[in-house]
C-alpha cells in the first residue's frame, strides 16, 4: 500500500533554531500535501496545503514565515520551523493523496509524525 | 475540527461491539472517514463512505452514514484490546484537505 515516510520522528532542539521535518511518499507522487499539527488530547489541525512547484497556501492564523514549506519534488515536502519557540512544541504530521485504487476517494496517507520539542 | 464533533472517550469489555458516533456539518462533504490514531504515531486510515451510501461493511467494521442528519458512525465488532486507540473522524473540505474532529479515545478491558 502507499507509505509516507516523515522523518525524523522525534527532534529535541533549543529555542531560537530552525528545525527541518520531511516528508516523502515512497511509493507513488504526490503532487499535494498536507501538514498538520496536533497538541495533546487534541485534534489535528490543518497547516498549510503544499503544492509541487508552487507555493504552500497556510490556513489562517498559521505564519507562512515562521512555518516554511517547500514542495521541490512529486515525492518530498519539507516543513521548517524557524526561530522556534517552546510554544512551537507540538506533534507535526503531513499526509499526502493518494488516489490509487481508491475510486476518487481522495484518499490522505499520513506520516508516522515527528514530535518536535524546543527547550 | 470544530466542524466534527466526537464524543471523547469510550470504554468496552472484549469482545462487545463498539460504537463511535460524529457529526459534521459540511453537507457537501462527498465523502467521510474513520481514521486510528495509535500512541505516538501517526494516523491509519480506516475506512471511508461515499455520501450517497447508508452503510459500508468491511471485516468488523461498519460504517452507518444518515446524511440528513449529518451523523456517522464506525461500530467494531467484536473489540479486542489491539483496538484501543483514538479514532477519529473526518470530513473532507473543498480543498481536499480533511476536516478532523476531536477524535474518541476508546479503552477496551478485558
Known amino acids: 500500500g502507499a507509505v509516507v515516510s516523515q522523518h525524523p520522528s522525534r527532534v529535541i532542539c533549543k529555542s531560537g533554531t530552525s528545525v527541518k521535518i520531511e516528508c516523502r511518499s515512497l511509493?507513488?507522487?504526490?503532487?499535494?500535501m498536507f501538514w498538520y499539527r496536533q497538541f495533546p488530547k487534541q485534534s489535528l489541525m490543518l497547516m498549510a496545503t503544499?503544492?509541487?512547484?508552487?507555493?504552500?497556501?497556510?490556513e489562517q492564523g498559521v505564519e507562512k514565515d515562521k512555518f516554511l514549506i517547500n514542495h521541490a519534488s512529486l515525492t518530498l515536502s519539507t516543513l521548517t520551523v524557524t526561530s522556534a519557540h517552546p510554544e512551537d512544541s507540538s506533534f507535526y504530521i503531513c499526509?499526502?493523496?493518494?488516489?490509487?485504487?481508491?475510486?476518487?476517494?481522495?484518499?490522505?496517507?499520513f506520516g508516522a509524525g515527528s514530535r518536535l520539542t524546543v527547550l | 475540527g470544530e466542524d466534527v464533533e466526537q464524543s471523547l472517550f469510550l470504554s468496552v469489555r472484549e469482545g462487545d461491539s463498539s460504537v463511535i458516533n460524529c457529526t459534521y456539518t459540511?453537507?457537501?462533504?462527498?465523502?467521510l472517514y474513520w481514521y486510528k490514531q495509535e500512541p505516538g504515531a501517526g494516523l491509519q486510515l480506516l475506512t471511508y463512505?461515499?455520501?450517497?451510501?447508508d452503510m459500508k461493511q468491511d471485516q468488523r467494521l461498519t460504517v452507518l452514514l444518515n446524511k440528513k442528519d449529518k451523523h456517522l458512525s464506525l461500530r467494531i465488532a467484536d473489540t479486542q484490546t489491539g483496538d484501543s486507540a483514538i479514532y477519529f473522524c473526518?470530513?473532507?473540505?473543498?480543498?481536499?484537505?480533511?476536516?478532523f474532529g476531536k477524535g474518541t479515545s476508546l479503552l477496551v478491558t478485558p
Open positions: 499526509s499526502a493523496q493518494n488516489d490509487r485504487g481508491h475510486s476518487g476517494a481522495n484518499v490522505l496517507t
Open positions: 511509493d507513488f507522487q504526490a503532487t499535494t
Open positions: 503544499s503544492n509541487e512547484g508552487s507555493k504552500a497556501t497556510y
Open positions: 459540511d453537507s457537501s462533504s462527498t465523502y
Open positions: 463512505i461515499f455520501s450517497n451510501m
Open positions: 473526518a470530513e473532507r473540505n473543498s480543498g481536499y484537505a480533511l476536516n
